[in-house]
Structures are given as structure tokens and as C-alpha cells.
């Protein structure tokens, strides 16, 4: 069902096999946001935001299969969580730059989920601070506790970015270039 949605897709991204087919461009590892084709900036969008996911996800299975004192106890599940944190962080701040800088690129259902997905990434942020607070109290006395607060952040952000990704192949296959 899902690869006949996006068979009529303007949006070769969002087609069955893109990310494994061979690039129909070279890339020469800049990204000139001013310059490309709105297409593109959506393509953008779309992948780094699966990256995100693929590396938050990676994170969680790490998380679950090993217990606190095999994966380096404490100060590993701080490491874990700053990292995951970083990356949510890294990636709001450049979807929101590109955004601003090439508002006509961004239809008002893109622009809408972009700011109901920011203040859920915001309700992460807090909770992970929160999860270094609660380390700064207590010393890291209870791994078992920060490694359960941890998973239970990590599948909340993999659950939201993949929520986020449904709604975004969706509303981007009845998107059209300005």
C-alpha cells in the first residue's frame, strides 16, 4: 500500500528505493540552500530527518541490548543522551534555518507540521535536561534508574520522528514546487 501512494509522487525521494538506487547526480559535499531548486530543499527535509530517526533509533537498540554496567555504566548513559539530545538539537536548528531562508519552498502543511514537531522537540529537550539534572542530584547512585529514563526518551523520540516522517511523506506528495 505504501509504495502505490507515492508511485504518482512529483518527489523521486519518496519513492520505494531511492535511498539504495545510484545517484543521479554527483555530489560534491557542499549544499548551497540559496541556490537549489525548492525539489531539493524538500528532499533535504525529508532525509535528514530520516537520518535522525535511523540514528535515534540505532541509539535505542544499542540502549536495550546492553545492560548499564556492560556499556560503560553511568557516565556512557549521560554520553548516550547528549549525544541523542545533540543530534535532535542539530537538526531542528538547520531545518529551521533552511526554512527561514527559503519560507516560499515551504507549503502551509509543511510549515504546520515543522511547528507542532518543533514543540514536541522542545517537550525532548526539557526532558532530557531533566534527565541531567537528575543525574547532577544524585551522583549517578541509580544506573538502572538513568538507563530506564533514557530508553524511555530515546523511544519517544524515535516514536515522534516516525510519526513526523508518515506525516511528511504524506503531506509532501500533494506538495508542488511554487
Not at 90 to 98: L, S
Not at 160 to 170: H, S
Request: aromatic fraction near 8%.
Amino acid at each position: 500500500a505504501g509504495q502505490d501512494a507515492t508511485a504518482g509522487s512529483k518527489l523521486a525521494f519518496l519513492e520505494e528505493g531511492y535511498c539504495t538506487s545510484t545517484p543521479s547526480e554527483p555530489f560534491d559535499g557542499a549544499i548551497d540552500i540559496a541556490s537549489m531548486d525548492c525539489a531539493k530543499i524538500m528532499e533535504f527535509v525529508f532525509i535528514s530527518r530520516w537520518k535522525l530517526w535511523q540514528q535515534l533509533d540505532g541509539e535505542l537498540a544499542e540502549a536495550n541490548q546492553t545492560s548499564s554496567a556492560a556499556s560503560g555504566g553511568a557516565l556512557q548513559t549521560l554520553r548516550r543522551s547528549s549525544r541523542a539530545s545533540s543530534l535532535v538539537s542539530a537538526h531542528v536548528h538547520i531545518i529551521t534555518a533552511v526554512a527561514s531562508q527559503r519560507a516560499e519552498c515551504f507549503s502551509e502543511h509543511v510549515r504546520l507540521l515543522l511547528t507542532v514537531s518543533l514543540r514536541q522537540m522542545k517537550a525532548l529537550s526539557t526532558e532530557q535536561v531533566k534527565q541531567l539534572w537528575f543525574a547532577s542530584q544524585d551522583g549517578f547512585a541509580n544506573e538502572a534508574e538513568h538507563s530506564s529514563r533514557l530508553k524511555a526518551w530515546l523511544s519517544e523520540a524515535v516514536g515522534l520522528l516516525d510519526a513526523d516522517l508518515r506525516t511528511l511523506k504524506t503531506v509532501l506528495q500533494t506538495w508542488t514546487p511554487p
